[in-house]
């Protein structure tokens, strides 16, 4: 716990904004581009439950998730029985390129079609999916803060700081259950690849998100903070800007 000099507990950096309600009236809210916000973090780091909950609250708002991971390019071939030695940590494993596209489409008011990647398979699927008219978009992924082409596309960046043994539990725990692998495979690869990438790219990167939380925060005022989250989110719909909001 923070404290001042008078021995108060210092309010988080993330807390000077208080909620509106995410049901209130838009009838006079000004027409503008869709709120693009960027969650990323370390594989594990808790980027897909902190999305789980800005949906809660967004509910009545046209919201749009993108997957950096969708974005993956197909494993070359050679790779086929042996995935795990893949590097798939490396921003260069992804077609950022597209992502680019497809965010300014969306901020242009134009209709994208997203990409869908095979976890089993490790290529992409043919079917697309069809995004238009969205209120927010919201972008998580490793690397989503790593590139300044991306950076320069969001009204909100946040990272999600999670220690290391945390991290790969739950990435043991995710891949087993989801993606068929062993844990054998799993400790290889994250040796290999996950845990030099992260601390080579992933991490450094934090110093580019608007907001940070640590692990301790996330796991104890996980409520207060994506309630905080969405009160910028819903001032910049509302308003048609994030003050003060670190852009680039």
């Known amino acids: ?10 309010q988080p950096r993330w807390m000077s904004v208080s909620c509106p309600s995410a049901t209130s009236s838009s009838e006079n809210r000004i027409p503008v581009s ?11 780091s808790g980027k897909t439950t902190f999305v789980r909950d800005l949906l809660r609250i967004l509910v009545s708002r046209r919201v749009t998730v993108i997957h950096e991971d969708n974005y993956y390019y197909d494993m070359p071939a050679e790779f086929t029985s042996t ?7 490396s921003p260069e494993s992804r077609n950022h390129d597209l992502l680019l596209r497809h965010l300014q489409g969306l901020k242009a008011g134009l209709p994208v079609h997203l990409p869908v990647y095979d976890f089993v398979t490790h290529r992409r699927k043919e079917n697309l999916v069809e995004v238009s008219g969205q209120d927010v978009i919201i972008l998580d992924g490793i690397h989503v803060l790593c590139k300044e082409s991306l950076r320069k596309q969001y009204n909100l960046s946040i990272y999600l700081d999670v220690p290391d043994d945390i991290r790969l539990i739950r990435r043991i725990q995710r891949d087993m259950a989801e993606r068929g692998r062993t844990l054998s495979d799993i400790i290889s690869q994250y040796l290999l690849s996950v845990r030099p990438m ?4 992933t991490y450094p990167s934090r110093e580019f998100a608007d907001l940070q939380f640590s692990y301790s925060e996330l796991e104890s005022e996980l409520d207060a903070i994506t309630g905080t989250v969405c009160a910028r989110i819903l001032r910049f719909l509302d308003l048609g800007s994030l003050t003060g909001e670190r852009q680039g």
Do not use: E, K, Q
């Open 198 to 201: 992260h601390y080579l790219y």
């Open 1 to 10: 716990m923070d404290l001042n000099a008078s021995g108060s507990r210092i």
């Open 83 to 89: 995935p795990h030695l893949f590097n798939f940590d």
């Open 34 to 44: 869709p709120c693009i916000v960027a969650v990323s973090g370390g594989s594990g």
